[in-house]
């Protein structure tokens, strides 16, 4: 990917990312370093929250746990579930949706999930490793 894709100096970062999925395709509720994403082709909705001052859980793979909310297997597993019931999503938590040629940023420690809106979503990005 280096030899056809070099960030802007400011969003240089060591994880260099691209992303293709289609119509209701998503990554539940998780969180890491700073990262951000540029959509190429294609809408995704986004939640965000930010990090709590408890510290998380871990699961049975020993990544952290969404501690605002109880999710059900059906929320964290499909994040599009939110979509079609808006009370689901945790107090607090922000939304937007991301259009082709938007970037998103997400400071450090971050919560978010994703749902892709369109048949095909191409993305390019990074994250601090």
């Given at each position: 990917m280096a030899e056809v894709y070099a960030p802007p100096a400011p969003l240089?970062?060591?994880l260099r990312i691209f992303a293709m999925d289609g119509l209701a395709a998503g990554h539940g509720m998780h969180r890491h370093k700073e990262a951000w994403l540029v959509s190429l082709i294609g809408r995704k909705v986004w939640w965000a929250a930010?990090?709590?001052?408890?510290?998380a859980e871990s699961n049975?793979?020993?990544r952290p746990v969404f501690p605002y909310k109880a999710m059900d297997r059906e929320e964290g597993?499909?994040?599009?579930?939110?979509?079609?019931?808006?009370?689901?999503?945790?107090p607090g938590t922000r939304r937007c949706v991301q259009q082709?040629?938007?970037m998103v940023v997400l400071p450090s420690g971050w919560w978010h999930m994703t749902c892709s809106l369109d048949e095909l979503n191409l993305a390019v990005g990074g994250q601090e490793a």
């Open positions: 240089k970062t060591p930010p990090p709590s001052a408890e510290p049975s793979e020993g597993g499909w994040p599009c579930a939110w979509l079609l019931d808006e009370a689901r999503a945790p082709s040629g938007e």
